[in-house]
C-alpha cells in the first residue's frame, strides 16, 4: 500500500500515542469476538424458532388428528352452537391437556369457534392464515390473533360420509425472545470467555512478533517515521531510487522519475517493465559501491552514486542517488573550447613578441628591406588564414574557435583546412554554443586521431541547408574500426586511453546528445580516414 505523500520538504508532526501494540490488537480481538457472538445469537435465535416449529408442528398434527377422530367429536360437531353442551369442550381440553398444546379448539364449517380452550374466543371466526383446512386438507403454521403469534394445525373433521363439517385446531404458543434467550445465553457466556481467553493470548503473541519484525516500533511511531522519509525524500533535489534484489523498484523520489524519464506509478514494478537499458540497469544494480558514475540517460548526462543496502547484515538491495550534469558539461566543453582558444591565444602571444623582436633586430642593422619583407610575410600568412575563416563562416563563436584550432593544430603538426564550399550563415546564440560544443568536440577528436601521423591533415566543412546546419569533419587518420563504429557515440566508450581523472568517451557522447536534443543527428563512416557528420536544425524540436 503506498503512502500518501505530503508535499516536498514538509514535515508532518507524529501522532501522539494512545494505544500500544498489543492493547490495538487486543481491542481489535474483542470487537471480532463480539460481533461473532452478536451472528451467533441471531443465528442461535432463528435457529431455536426452526427447531421449535418443526418439533411441535408433528406434536399438534398428531393431537389435532387424534381430536378430529374422537366419535364424539364427529357426532356432536354438526349440531353444535357456542357455549352450549359440555362434551366438547371437555373433549377438546383433553386432547390438549395430555399433548401438552397452548392452545385447542373446534369450528363448524363456516369457522364459528363452538369450543376452545379459550372461552374469549367462544363464537369468533377461526384465524385460518394461509390454511387450506377448508379443502379438506391438514395444514400446520403459524397464526396471529391478539397480537399473539401461535403455531397451529387444523385438520378437517369428517362425518360417517366423508362430509366436512367442522375444523379441529391444536396450537402451542411461541416462546417469547426472553425465554429463547435464556436457554442459549449460558452456552454464549461460555463461548465469550472461552473466546476472550484466546483472544488475548493471541494478541500478545501476534503483537510480540509485529513488533519484532517492526525492530520494536508502535504503529504510531512507524507511521512517523514513514512520513518524515517521505518529507524528506522529496523535498531533496537528487534523485533516489532503491531496488531489491528481484530487480524491482522499492523506492523512487520524483526528482528521479524526472531524470530517468519513468512514469509516476514506477514504484513497485520491476525494472524489466520500464524496458531500461543495460548501462542504466548495471549501474543502479548489481557489484559494490559505485561512486560518481556518469551515465547517458535519454538526453541527460547523469552522476550516479550506487551503494548496497544492508538490514542485519542481509543484503537488501541498492540505493542510487542520482544528478543532472547535462548542462554542466556542456558549460565544461564550453569552457575546454574558450580555454583552447586562450592557450592559443597566449602561444601566439609568444610567436608575435618572437617576430617583433626579429623585426627590431633587423632595423638596428639596417636590413630595411628584410625587414618589410619579414612584415609583410608575416602579414600575408596571418591575414590569409583569417580572411579564408571569416569568408566562409559569418558566425563570430565560430569562426574564432576555427582559428584557435588552426593555431593549435600548427603547433602539433597538424594541417587544418575549410572544405570547399564551407559556408556557415549568423546563427541564434543558442545554435551558437550548440555548434561550439560540436565543432569543438569533432576536431578535438580528429586532431588526436592524426596525432604523431605524418602530413596529418583535418578538413572541416560547414554548409548550410535550408533549415540544417551539416558540419563534417574529415581527417586524414586510420578511420574508426568497424567493431566499434556502432558504439563510437555511446558513453563512455573510446578507443584512447583516459589520461584524466574524468575519463574519456564523453565527447562524442556529448556531440551526439546536443545534435538529438535539436531534433538532429550525428554519424560517422570511413572514406580515407574517419567523416564524422553531425545535422542540426536551425529550430528545436518540440
Known amino acids: 500500500m503506498l503512502v500518501p505523500r505530503p508535499a516536498a520538504g514538509t514535515i508532518v508532526p507524529q501522532n501522539r500515542r494512545r494505544f500500544t501494540l498489543s492493547g490495538q490488537f487486543l481491542a481489535l480481538q474483542l470487537l471480532i469476538v ?103 386438507r391438514a395444514w400446520t403454521g403459524s397464526v396471529t390473533a391478539n397480537s399473539l403469534r401461535t403455531l397451529v394445525a387444523h385438520v378437517p373433521v369428517l362425518d360417517d360420509s366423508g362430509k366436512l363439517v367442522g375444523v379441529a385446531v391444536i396450537g402451542r404458543t411461541y416462546p417469547s425472545l426472553w425465554e429463547r434467550l435464556g436457554g442459549t445465553v449460558p452456552n454464549l457466556l461460555i463461548y465469550l470467555g472461552v473466546s476472550l481467553a484466546v483472544g488475548t493470548v493471541g494478541s500478545l503473541l501476534l503483537s510480540r512478533r509485529v513488533k519484532h519484525q517492526t ?57 524489466d517493465d520500464l524496458g531500461i537499458s543495460d548501462a542504466l540497469r548495471a549501474a543502479l544494480t548489481r ?59 597566449r602561444a601566439q602571444t609568444h610567436e608575435f613578441a618572437n617576430q617583433l623582436h626579429t623585426i627590431s633586430g633587423l632595423l638596428q642593422l639596417g636590413e630595411y628591406d628584410e625587414a618589410l619583407g619579414f612584415v609583410d610575410g608575416v602579414s600575408f600568412s596571418r591575414t590569409q588564414l583569417v580572411d579564408d575563416v571569416t569568408q566562409g563562416i559569418a558566425d563570430p563563436a565560430i569562426a574564432a574557435l576555427v582559428i584557435a584550432k588552426s593555431s593549435l593544430a600548427g603547433e602539433r603538426g597538424v594541417s587544418i583546412h575549410l572544405a570547399p564550399g564551407c559556408t556557415l550563415g549568423k546563427v541564434d546564440e543558442v545554435l551558437s554554443r550548440d555548434l561550439v560544443t ?24 560547414l554548409a548550410d541547408d535550408d533549415n540544417l546546419v551539416i558540419v563534417t569533419v574529415r581527417d586524414s587518420g586510420p578511420g574508426v574500426e568497424a567493431s566499434g563504429r556502432d558504439r563510437i557515440f555511446e558513453q563512455g566508450y573510446s578507443s584512447k586511453a583516459s589520461v584524466s581523472s574524468a575519463g574519456r568517451g564523453f565527447g562524442l557522447a556529448l556531440t551526439r546528445l546536443v545534435c538529438e536534443r535539436r531534433g538532429g543527428s550525428a554519424s560517422v563512416h570511413n572514406d580515407g580516414g574517419a567523416v564524422f557528420t553531425a545535422v542540426l536544425p536551425r529550430e528545436v524540436a518540440q
Do not use: C, Y
Open 287 to 345: 557489484g559494490p559501491a559505485q561512486m560518481d558514475q556518469l551515465l547517458l540517460v535519454g538526453e541527460r548526462l547523469v552522476v550516479l552514486n550506487r551503494r548496497p543496502m544492508q538490514s542485519r547484515g542481509r543484503a537488501v538491495g541498492w540505493v542510487t542517488t542520482l544528478r543532472d550534469r547535462t548542462e554542466l558539461s556542456t558549460l565544461e566543453s564550453e569552457l575546454g573550447a574558450t580555454r583552447t582558444t586562450t592557450d592559443t591565444l
Open 438 to 461: 560540436v565543432v569543438g568536440n569533432l576536431v578535438d577528436n580528429a586532431l588526436d586521431a592524426v596525432a604523431g601521423l605524418p602530413d596529418g591533415t583535418v578538413e572541416l566543412g
Open 215 to 271: 525492530l520494536g516500533m508502535e504503529p504510531d511511531e512507524i507511521a512517523g517515521l514513514v512520513e518524515h522519509r517521505e518529507a524528506i525524500l522529496h523535498g531533496v533535489k537528487e534523485g533516489v531510487v532503491a531496488i531489491d534484489p528481484r530487480d524491482r523498484i522499492t523506492l523512487v523520489n520524483d526528482a528521479a522519475l524526472e531524470l530517468l524519464g519513468w512514469p509516476a506509478h514506477s514504484e513497485g514494478l520491476p525494472l
Open 34 to 136: 463480539l460481533a461473532v457472538l452478536v451472528g451467533v445469537l441471531f443465528i442461535s435465535l432463528a435457529q431455536s424458532e426452526r427447531t421449535f416449529e418443526r418439533m411441535e408442528s408433528r406434536r399438534a398434527l398428531s393431537a389435532a388428528e387424534t381430536l378430529a377422530a374422537m366419535p364424539i367429536v364427529r357426532s356432536l360437531l354438526p349440531d353444535a352452537a357456542p357455549k352450549l353442551g359440555s362434551s366438547l369442550p371437555a373433549a377438546a381440553e383433553s386432547v390438549r391437556s395430555v399433548s401438552g398444546a397452548s392452545l385447542a379448539q373446534l369450528a363448524l364449517g363456516d369457522g364459528t369457534i363452538v369450543a376452545s380452550s379459550d372461552p374469549g374466543q367462544l363464537g369468533e371466526s377461526l384465524q385460518l392464515g394461509r390454511s387450506d383446512v377448508m379443502d379438506g
